[in-house]
């Protein structure tokens, strides 16, 4: 970790160090709240005001990148790369996925006539879909318990 933050021109703390271990040990989307617990749980306590400032600066570097998850919450992703979620419905777990086929032939189409010319005139330049479904857990947690009231 040392080294991939020094790469970016920024001190390689120990905050830093145990946050980007976290994220590239686990490949989750953490909230900055699920990250502290997490980093509680791992004997690694970090304060809520050096975790946020931690990770403005390693987003800031391209170390990680943050986006609102489809909660609403701000989330951090190791995966710094083009991708794409697929969601769990029930449970809210995110797993990085990629699309197979023409990505780059998509294009937003206008949902009312008045705004077809505005659409149109767009210039796209990134593309990121969520596919929302059933992880395998809650699957299983679902017919278990469907077993047990049958």
């Known amino acids: 970790m040392t080294q991939l933050i020094e790469q970016r021109h920024l001190r390689a ?6 946050i980007l271990e976290l994220l590239h040990e686990t ?45 609403g919450h701000t989330r951090y992703d190791v995966n710094t790369e083009p991708h794409h979620h697929l969601v769990c419905k029930i449970c809210g777990r995110m797993v990085d996925v990629g699309v197979e086929g023409p990505l780059e032939r998509l294009r937003p189409t206008a949902l009312f006539e008045e705004e077809e010319d505005e659409v149109a005139a767009w ?28």
């Open 123 to 150: 210039s796209v330049g990134d593309v990121h879909l969520e596919f929302h479904g059933v992880c395998p857990a809650c699957r299983a947690k679902m017919a278990h318990e469907e077993k047990r009231t049958a």
């Open 27 to 71: 490949h989750e989307h953490y909230t900055p709240e699920e990250m502290l617990e997490a980093l509680r749980e791992r004997g690694k306590p970090l304060s809520i005001a050096t975790l946020y400032q931690n990770l403005a600066k390693l987003a800031e570097a391209g170390l990680i990148s943050r986006f609102v998850g489809p909660d």
């Open 13 to 18: 703390t120990e905050a830093r160090c145990r």
